[in-house]
């Protein structure tokens, strides 16, 4: 019966830290939202949601502060060094 209640508790501690939204790259590759703080393209607009950011086809990351937090991905052929 332990075994059973770890494997739960686990699986619930996944799906809860799955949550999470500080970053989300829908339909875009993760690598594509890669982008260094320094030299993010805004691309959205001061009150812009995450979902409204990833419906315009861009990144969105509120995890630094005083940077565009919806900014243009990476395309497939950039890099970053």
């Known amino acids: 019966m332990e075994t ?3 494997w739960i508790t686990l699986l619930l501690v ?3 830290g799955s949550s999470c939204k500080a970053q989300e ?3 875009l590759s993760p690598s594509q939202c890669m982008v260094p703080a320094n030299v ?3 691309c959205g607009y001061p009150t812009v949601t995450s979902e409204q950011c990833n419906n315009r ?3 969105f990351d509120s995890s630094i502060p005083n ?12 890099c970053t060094f």
Not at 67 to 78: R, Y
């Open 25 to 27: 790259f829908v339909g």
């Open 57 to 59: 086809g861009c990144c």
């Open 14 to 16: 996944l799906v809860a």
């Open 40 to 42: 993010r393209v805004d």
């Open 4 to 6: 059973r209640a770890f």
């Open 67 to 78: 940077v565009p937090w919806c900014f243009k991905p990476l395309q497939e052929t950039e």
